[in-house]
Each structure stands twice: as structure tokens, then as C-alpha cells.
């Protein structure tokens, strides 16, 4: 692992005891920072110096965990020694060193996973099961929140709001266009997006640097049915109902109600199992242990941050989406 401060510590090493990756070698230039998480987490051997740490030891694969520049730079350098690369997202400042991380990876034939957890997030990962049950039907609209914390625009939209874009096309597939409401309040926006995907779906999300903290709501739509995911802690699945007189009748309009029982303490309502990150790591050693496909891919993360510059791009007021090229 490249990377030893607070998410690292919090989400990403908690979250190995649920994989059977087994950590090496922690760099970090803070040396007692690097120690300590070494302590905590199986007492792997401690580097200031990330090129020696590759230099000197047998690794299949590394995480980097940090800043986005640490992103891109400890992630070329891991590519470039030949590893596969778990990296944070963002995947790198901006899409063109995103680009940049892709195409090395593609030139050595490396796997790049991009730190998405919300695909691997409990409630997501049942709610995209149930959209894909044929009852369900064909997916035609995904409504979206996501709200934090004041946050400078650009963090806004490629620390905080890549999550929510990554997530909407895990749900409803490639973006074919769309336009953007934006508006500064202060020195912090409010973003409203109405997407149009390639199947045919639409998305309608908002993305505010106005909440006291993270709002998190979705609502995926199929064809009469719905399934909603509050917070990522509390599923609510409304199937279809056959006719008018079905939907008068609560007997034939059953809601299913999934949450976490956290008075019982068990490892599936770990709060890293629930938010995705264990789900993301394991997902990760078994890639590369197989030699499938990981998601989310470095692909995934060339396509968010494509909508992240063209919302940073737009003017202010309502306009159309312009993805860059």
C-alpha cells in the first residue's frame, strides 16, 4: 500500500480483514504515521520511499490511497514497475493524466481498479439484483441526490461528486447526452444534471456543496416498478402491480424493506462491508487472482471524470452537457 493517512486508515486497511490479500509493505513519507498503521494492520515492513518499496519487494499488486496527485503519480509509478494498481478515486487531478494512467496500464496489460466502492456498497448491489429480475422490467429513469459539505467547485465535482456520476452509469449504462443547470451560491454550487444514456434511460441528479453532511438518495425506476436506496443503509423495492384494482390493494403492492441489523454483530453490517469498500477490495483479489475483469475499471474512471470537467467546463445557468472528446 501506497498511502497511510486518514481514508486509508479508516476504510481501506479495516477492510483487508475481509480479503485474503495479505499486506507486505506500507509507504508512507510520514515514517510514524506509517508505523502506526502498520501496528494496527499485520506489521508489514514500513518505507518513506515508494520506488524503493517497489524496488525491493515481491508484490502482485498495490494500493494507493491519498491526494489525487498521489493518484496519478504512485499509480504510474506502480504500473510502471509492473504491478496491478488498486488507486483511490479520483484516479488522477484531471481526465488527461486519467487518460495518461489508462493507457499505460493498456500498453503493459495491467489491471486498474478505481476506488467506486459504491458499486460494491450493500444496498447497491442488491438493488441493481433486483433491477435486473425480469418483473422488474427495462430501467427508464434513475433519480439522484447527492449533497454534502461547502467544498471549492473542482473538489466538489471530482473528490466528492465522481461517486454519484461512476454510480448512475453502473445503473443505467453509457451517457449519450444531456444538459447541466449550474449555480454558484458563495463560493459553492448547486448542480442539476438531466441525462440521457445510451439504452435509452434518463437520469436526473442533483449535486450540492449545501448540506451539512452527505446526502445520499436513489430511485431507480423500471416499468412500474421501483426500487429506493436511502443514505445506502435502508433498501425499499415497490414491485409491479398488475392492474389498477392490484394497486388499490396493499395485499397486492407489498413494499420489501431491506436495512442492516446493527444490534447483531456479524460481518455483513460492518460498516466497511456496508459502504462497499470490503466488497471492493475482495472483488479486486479475486481479479487478479482469476485474471477477470475488475469493476469499477480504469475506463469507469476515464468516463466519470469526462462528466466531471464537462460540468466544471459549463457556464453558469442552464446549458448543454459537453462531453470532452
Do not use: C
Not at 242 to 266: H, K, Q, Y
Amino acid at each position: 500500500m501506497i498511502g497511510a493517512g486518514g481514508h486509508a486508515s479508516q476504510s481501506i486497511y479495516p477492510s483487508l480483514r475481509f480479503t485474503d490479500l495479505e499486506l507486505v509493505a506500507v509507504a508512507d513519507l510520514d515514517e510514524d504515521r506509517a508505523r502506526d498503521v502498520g501496528t494496527r494492520f499485520g506489521n508489514p515492513r514500513i518505507y518513506t520511499d515508494l520506488e524503493k518499496m517497489l524496488q525491493a519487494e515481491e508484490l502482485d499488486a498495490v494500493g494507493v490511497v491519498g491526494p489525487p496527485e498521489l493518484h496519478y503519480e504512485g499509480g504510474r509509478a506502480v504500473v510502471e514497475s509492473g504491478r496491478h494498481l488498486f488507486v483511490e478515486k479520483p484516479p488522477a487531478p484531471d481526465l488527461a493524466r486519467t487518460r495518461q494512467l489508462e493507457k499505460l496500464a493498456a500498453e503493459r496489460g495491467l489491471q486498474v481498479m478505481v476506488g467506486f466502492m459504491k458499486r460494491h456498497a450493500s444496498a447497491y448491489v442488491r438493488a441493481m439484483a433486483i433491477s435486473q429480475r425480469p418483473e422488474f422490467g427495462k430501467r427508464t429513469i434513475l433519480r439522484l441526490n447527492y449533497s454534502h459539505y461547502h467544498l471549492p467547485l473542482r473538489d466538489h465535482l471530482v473528490f466528492m461528486s465522481t461517486h454519484p456520476l461512476d454510480l448512475a452509469r453502473y445503473l443505467m449504462g453509457d451517457v449519450a447526452s444531456g444538459t447541466v443547470f449550474k449555480r454558484g451560491i458563495g463560493d459553492h454550487f448547486v448542480v442539476a444534471l438531466l441525462l440521457q444514456h445510451v439504452d435509452g434511460g434518463a437520469s436526473q441528479i442533483t449535486l450540492s456543496a449545501h448540506e451539512p453532511r452527505v446526502q445520499e438518495s436513489v430511485e431507480l425506476v423500471g416499468e412500474s416498478a421501483l426500487v429506493e436506496v436511502r443514505n445506502v443503509t435502508e433498501l425499499r423495492y415497490h414491485p409491479a402491480a398488475p392492474d389498477m384494482r392490484a394497486v388499490m390493494s396493499t395485499d397486492e403492492t407489498m413494499t420489501s424493506l431491506w436495512f442492516p441489523e446493527f444490534t447483531l454483530p456479524i460481518g455483513s453490517h460492518d460498516n466497511h462491508v456496508l459502504q462497499g469498500y470490503a466488497g471492493e477490495l475482495n472483488h479486486f483479489a479475486e481479479s487478479i487472482k482469476t485474471g477477470s475483469r475488475v469493476s469499477p475499471g480504469i475506463a469507469d474512471g476515464v468516463e466519470a471524470m469526462r462528466l466531471a470537467e464537462a460540468i466544471y467546463s459549463a457556464p453558469e445557468g442552464l446549458s448543454e452537457l459537453r462531453l470532452p472528446d
